[in-house]
T-cell receptor
Framework: GAGVSQSPSNKVTEKGKDVELRCDPI?????LYWYRQSLGQGLEFLIY????????KSGLPSDRFSAERTGGSVSTLTIQRTQQEDSAVYLC????????????FGQGTRLTVV | QKEVEQDPGPLSVPEGAIVSLNCTYS??????FMWYRQYSRKGPELLMY????GNKEDGRFTAQVDKSSKYISLFIRDSQPSDSATYLC????????????FGKGNQVVVIP
């Protein structure tokens, strides 16, 4: 596709349920990022994938959060046993590689935990 | 102290005014400095970036970086209603991981 695609665009889930958020990066982009944006909190880094290197997971807030990237393309962010404080917009971005400054963002998945 | 500080207060200006936004940071390893613009319910999009200290101009937009003060600015001249958006500063190190550290963003409203 022409840009970064995220699905679903909106997700409402009950507290305690698991959710999966999907990101389709721009074709050929080797770098992929997940960020979380809460009201008034800016963008919080979660995880970064670069090619076949081990991902940088330093931003994941707890072990309930995990992410994988299959075949160097599509990525899935999984949140287990969701809590109300997980409610936020989850943004995915991709870029064409290390040293490249521009990251292209998707429109995000708005997660609401009730 | 957060790595990147951006006073998140909203800003309302009349059309044609100059908008001034700024961020401070604490990590002296930051080398790339960016401004992203985010419209409501959209993902951020890159507006401008600069490498190290200096100024960069692009149309009505000017970005300034002062590494000695760890301070970056964005100026929007002759502001238009279409400039109404949230502006986020972002920065990253040259070496090391490629995560972008963001400020909290400023919501700018340009009143016609």
């Amino acid at each position: 596709g022409a840009g970064v695609s995220q699905s679903p665009s909106n997700k409402v889930t009950e507290k305690g349920k698991d959710v999966e958020l999907r990101c389709d990066p721009i074709s050929g982009h080797t770098a992929l990022y997940w960020y979380r944006q809460s009201l008034g909190q800016g963008l919080e880094f979660l995880i970064y994938f670069q090619g076949n290197s081990a991902p940088d997971k330093s931003g994941l807030p707890s072990d309930r959060f995990s992410a994988e990237r299959t075949g160097g393309s599509v990525s899935t962010l999984t949140i287990q046993r969701t809590q109300q404080e997980d409610s936020a917009v989850y943004l995915c971005a991709s870029s064409s590689g290390q040293g490249v400054t521009e990251a292209f963002f998707g429109q995000g998945t708005r997660l609401t935990v009730v | 102290q957060k790595e990147v500080e951006q006073d998140p207060g909203p800003l309302s200006v009349p059309e044609g005014a100059i908008v001034s936004l700024n961020c401070t940071y604490s990590n002296s390893a930051f080398q790339y400095f960016m401004w992203y613009r985010q419209y409501s319910r959209k993902g951020p999009e890159l507006l401008m970036y600069t490498y190290s200290s200096g100024n960069k101009e692009d149309g009505r937009f000017t970005a300034q970086v002062d590494k000695s003060s760890k301070y970056i600015s964005l100026f929007i001249r002759d502001s238009q209603p279409s400039d109404s958006a949230t502006y986020l500063c972002a920065m990253r190190e040259y070496y090391g991981n490629n995560r972008l550290a963001f400020g909290k963003g400023n919501q700018v409203v340009v009143i016609p």
